[in-house]
């Protein structure tokens, strides 16, 4: 029942700029913390951005400045707003929710490339 469906990913040049999107179900978004890990070629998955149910949001120090997450909990959705990307951010991205039980989307590809 509980569904986490990501979207936005794509191919884009170093320097641009993609937004991704998670859409929950079967879950009271407004309760979980919402996290974007990446899991990117030979590597592990790591986190990116992560936004509590309170509002607070930390990130990886790889991506501040760059990356902002964010969530409307009227459309129980969160998302991931990447500027000035560069080819080590290439990597499949995950959609995560959690309190104690965790849920994972499939993920989107992001392929940052010239």
């Known amino acids: 029942q509980v569904q986490l469906v990501e979207s936005g990913g794509g191919l884009v040049q170093p320097g641009g700029s993609l937004r991704l999107s998670c859409a929950a179900s079967?879950?009271?978004?407004?309760?979980?913390?919402m996290t974007w890990y990446r899991e990117a070629p030979g590597k592990q998955r790591e986190l990116v951005a992560r936004?509590?149910?309170?509002?607070?949001?930390n990130y990886a120090d790889s991506v501040k400045g760059r990356f902002t997450i964010s969530r409307d909990n009227a459309k129980n959705t969160v998302y991931l707003q990447m500027n000035s990307l560069q080819p080590d951010d290439t990597a499949v991205y995950y959609c995560?929710?959690?309190?104690?039980?965790?849920?994972w989307g499939q993920g989107t590809q992001v392929t940052v490339s010239s």
């Open positions: 995560n929710a959690k309190i104690l039980m965790e849920y």
């Open positions: 936004i509590a149910s309170g509002g607070s949001t």
């Open positions: 079967g879950i009271v978004f407004t309760l979980y913390h």
